[in-house]
C-alpha cells in the first residue's frame, strides 16, 4: 500500500484531497498541518521523513497571502522557498516523488497566448519570487519531483473569491470587480484529482520518472476575466447584485497581479492523459458542494 504525505492538508487543496482519500482504500495518507510537520524545520522534516517513509509527498503548503508577504518577506520566503527546499532535500534521500504546487505569479508576462512551461519568468512580488524560488529549489534537488503550476484557486474550503462574491452579492447591491485580468479559475477538487492521478500512474509503473520530471500547467479549461466569474456565480447561484466592470489600475494593491494568466495545459494532458473539466462545470460542482445550488 503507497502512502502519500500531504503537507498544507488544511489548505483547499489540502481538505480536497482529505474528500477524495476517503473513497481510495488502496493508499495510506498522511495528512499534515504546521502543528504536525513545520516544514520551515529542516531537522524535523528528515526526522518526519525517516520515520513515515512516504512513497509520495504532495508539498500543499504555501504562503499565499499576496499583498501581506510585501511586509512578511522573510516568512513567505521560509515557506515557500525554504520549506521547498527541505522537503525536496528530503525526499532525495528517501526516494519520495514530489509534486511541489506552484502559481501563474511566476510568469508576469505580457502575452497574447496561452503560457507554456518553457517561458521566461518575471516574478513581480515577494509572493511570486518566493514561490518561484521553491520552484527552483526543487527542480534544482535531484529529487524525482515535478512543479505544477495552477491559477485562480478556489474550493469549497477555506476562503477564495467564490465564497466571498457569494457573501458580498448578499450583502450588497452593487460591487465593482476587475475586467482586464485575464485566466482560467481552477477547482482545486479537479486539481487534486489531477495530482492522484499521476500519483497513480507513477506508483503503477506506466511512467519512466526520469523522463517526466519538471514543470507542468493544471488550471481548468477556458478563460474568463475576474468579472466575468463573479457574473457566473451570481447567474449560478441566482444573486441579484450588479456589477460594474473596473481596470485594475482602479483597485491598486501592494502587490502586483499579472493580467494575462492563461495556462497551456497541453503538457500535462499529453503526458498523463489528464481530461480537465471547463471552469463553469467545476465552479458549478463547487457550488453544489457549498449547497448554494440545487443539484
Known amino acids: 500500500m503507497k502512502k ?11 481538505q480536497e484531497l482529505q474528500v477524495l482519500a476517503q473513497a481510495l482504500t488502496d ?6 498541518d504546521v502543528e504536525k510537520l513545520d516544514i520551515t524545520n529542516r531537522e524535523m522534516v528528515a526526522e518526519f521523513f525517516g520515520k ?13 497571502a499576496v499583498d501581506k508577504a510585501e511586509s512578511e518577506q522573510e516568512l513567505a520566503n521560509r515557506i515557500n522557498k ?8 528530503a525526499c532525495q534521500a528517501n526516494g519520495t516523488f514530489l509534486v511541489q504546487l506552484s502559481t501563474d505569479y511566476v510568469y508576469h508576462n505580457d502575452c497574447n497566448r496561452p503560457l507554456v512551461e518553457t517561458d521566461p519568468t518575471t516574478p513581480q512580488g515577494v509572493y511570486a519570487a518566493t514561490k518561484l524560488g521553491g520552484d527552483l529549489a526543487v527542480l534544482e534537488s535531484g529529487a524525482d519531483a515535478i512543479v505544477i503550476r495552477t491559477s485562480w484557486v478556489y474550493s469549497s474550503f477555506g476562503h477564495n473569491f467564490v465564497k466571498t462574491m457569494i457573501r458580498l452579492g448578499a450583502e450588497r447591491d452593487a460591487l465593482r470587480i476587475i475586467f482586464d485580468q485575464v485566466g482560467t479559475p481552477t477547482y482545486a477538487r479537479d486539481l487534486a484529482q489531477a495530482m492522484l492521478q499521476v500519483a497513480e500512474q507513477v506508483a503503477g509503473g506506466q511512467k519512466d520518472i526520469a523522463q517526466i520530471r519538471g514543470i507542468y500547467h493544471y488550471s481548468n479549461e477556458g478563460v474568463t476575466s475576474w468579472f466575468d466569474f463573479a457574473q457566473a456565480i451570481f447567474e449560478l447561484c441566482q444573486i441579484d447584485c450588479q456589477i460594474e466592470a473596473i481596470e485594475t489600475k482602479d483597485y491598486p494593491t501592494p502587490a502586483s497581479r499579472p493580467s494575462y494568466s492563461l495556462l497551456n495545459k497541453a503538457k500535462i494532458k499529453s503526458t498523463f492523459g489528464i481530461g480537465i473539466p471547463h471552469w463553469r462545470d467545476g465552479l458549478q460542482r463547487c457550488l453544489k458542494a457549498l449547497q448554494v445550488v440545487a443539484e
Open 4 to 14: 502519500i504525505l500531504v503537507t498544507g492538508a488544511s489548505g483547499q487543496v489540502g
Open 27 to 32: 493508499w495510506t495518507f498522511l495528512f499534515t
Open 52 to 64: 513515515h517513509q512516504p512513497d509520495f509527498c504532495f508539498n500543499c503548503a504555501a504562503y499565499t
Open 82 to 89: 525554504e520549506g521547498a527546499a527541505y522537503l525536496a532535500e
